[in-house]
């Protein structure tokens, strides 16, 4: 299959990247942070969730985030949501779109939300109706898809058993997220492979994480494969808090800068998407692991007299 010539890129830094934080990233600093992403033209922002305050404090002033925030320029601004209380505050709230997530590991569901897959599949179809009644799209997230950190490989019909029932509920579409990093190219292409056969119609997006360091290797396969749809988060933030040895996300503006080379279309001004990491890190007051921010684009040429000329 030939590679996509544009890809769509959610931006999920504000959401997975601080949910875990143990410092309070303040409000104003999260309105700056995510008007900066719309500025630099990202399509999709994950930008915070509608979860208790208890489970998820770094995530409590939602709604003013929202208030906050430039919708003027097309931006979706996506939400997630645990179950229907969040989807009515979400409505409430005039989210773009609602988020849901499980996990196709039994295990991993439990460790995470506290339910079994057919528990959260029930919760999933009174959300949907309640997004629906409201007018506002749902799309559906697996955790694990690519891996479990307590069962080890996901059979692709454990992933198929929960995308029948995203297309059932009338999602937009289903998004296979590497938890702990544990993807390979074998592994996602077979599980796009087999979801494309048995569920079509349903697009794919993929998240992955860089625990392993091919994140962006997947991505390649991923294109390969006619995937469109991914997920990154500023400075490569990120982690799931219920997974051994998690780690962040791949990092948008790596993945950017490496689309851009590839002459496929994001639509993100790199340069002020690599600020936008800057500030974050400036925010959190620490190093991120996000490589272009600290490099700077392939072709970003230096003066001869910054650098100290060889003796002897």
Request: hydrophobic fraction near 40%; charge should be negative.
């Amino acid at each position: 299959m030939a590679r996509p010539t544009k890809v769509e890129i959610c931006e999920v830094g504000p959401r997975d990247g601080l949910q875990a934080e143990k410092y309070f990233v303040p409000t104003a600093d999260k309105i700056r942070l995510i008007n900066k992403l719309i500025d630099a033209g990202v399509p999709r922002i994950e930008f915070s969730s509608f979860v208790s305050p208890r489970a998820v404090p770094q995530l409590v002033d939602v709604v003013e985030v929202l208030e906050g925030l430039d919708r003027t320029k097309g931006t979706v601004l996506s939400a997630l949501v645990p179950n229907a209380k969040g989807a009515i505050r979400a409505c409430q709230a005039g989210v773009d779109e609602i988020i849901v997530f499980m996990s196709a590991s039994e295990s991993h569901n439990l460790k995470n939300v506290n339910r079994t897959v057919d528990e959260s599949l029930a919760g999933f179809e009174e959300v949907a109706k309640i997004a629906g009644d409201a007018g506002i799209p749902v799309h559906g997230a697996i955790a694990t898809a690519l891996g479990c950190p307590f069962e080890g490989d996901m059979p692709v019909k454990k992933l198929e058993y929960v995308a029948r029932h995203y297309k059932e509920f009338g999602f937009t579409g289903v998004g296979f997220g590497d938890t702990t990093g544990m993807a390979t190219p074998p592994v996602v292409q077979r599980a796009v492979r087999h979801i494309q056969d048995t569920v079509p119609d349903l697009p794919i997006h993929l998240h992955f994480h860089n625990t392993r360091g091919i994140g962006l290797v997947n991505v390649l396969t991923g294109l390969d494969e006619g995937i469109t749809h991914y997920d990154a988060s500023f400075g490569g933030m990120g982690g799931c808090p219920f997974a051994p040895k998690a780690t962040g996300n791949i990092c948008t503006e790596d993945l950017v800068h490496m689309l851009d080379e590839m002459g496929i279309e994001t639509g993100i001004d790199l340069s002020r998407m690599i600020d936008v990491a800057h500030d974050v890190q400036d925010v959190m007051g620490r190093e991120l692991p996000g490589q272009v921010m600290k490099a700077g684009p392939r072709l970003q040429l230096h003066s001869m007299d910054d650098v100290a000329t060889a003796a002897g």
